[in-house]
C-alpha cells in the first residue's frame, strides 16, 4: 500500500470520527450520501435582527395609535384608556401600550391639521 493511500484513510477516518462526535466538521456539516461519496455543505449564514421589519412594526404602531387619537378626538381616547385601565390584566396592558405619547399626539395633531 502507497504511503498517500494510507494518509488517505487516516484522513477520512478522522473525519468520520469527528463527524460522529459532533455531526459536523469545523463550521462545515459533512453528510454521507446513499453512494458512500462525502458532501461538504458549508456553514449557513447567520440570521441577524431584522431591523427593516422591527422599524416598520414601531412605525406601524405608533402610526395606528396617531389615527386612532385623531379619528376618536383627546376625550373618548383618554376615557377608553382610563376604562381599561380598571379592567383585568390584559385590559391594564392594552391601557398601557395605547396610552398617548408624545409622537402618537404630533401624528394626530398633524392629520387634524390636514383635515
Not at 468520520?16 to 446513499?34: F, H, L
Not at 458532501?39 to 449557513?44: F, L, Q, R, S, Y
Not at 449564514?45 to 387619537?69: C, D, E, N, Q, Y
Request: charged residues 20%; aromatic residues 12%.
Amino acid at each position: 500500500m502507497s504511503e498517500s493511500y494510507a494518509e488517505f484513510h487516516d484522513r477520512l477516518a478522522r473525519i468520520y470520527r469527528k463527524q460522529a462526535k459532533t455531526g459536523r466538521v469545523g463550521r462545515e456539516s459533512v453528510v454521507i450520501n446513499r453512494n458512500g461519496y462525502m458532501i461538504v455543505k458549508g456553514a449557513g449564514r447567520r440570521r441577524g435582527i431584522p431591523w427593516a421589519g422591527l422599524f416598520t412594526v414601531v412605525v406601524s404602531f405608533f402610526m395606528i395609535k396617531g389615527i386612532m387619537m385623531s379619528q376618536f378626538g383627546p376625550d373618548f381616547y383618554s376615557q377608553d384608556i382610563a376604562r381599561l385601565s380598571g379592567g383585568t390584566a390584559v385590559e391594564k396592558a392594552a391601557a398601557w401600550t395605547m396610552a398617548p405619547d408624545p409622537v402618537s399626539r404630533w401624528i394626530a395633531t398633524q392629520i387634524n391639521t390636514k383635515l
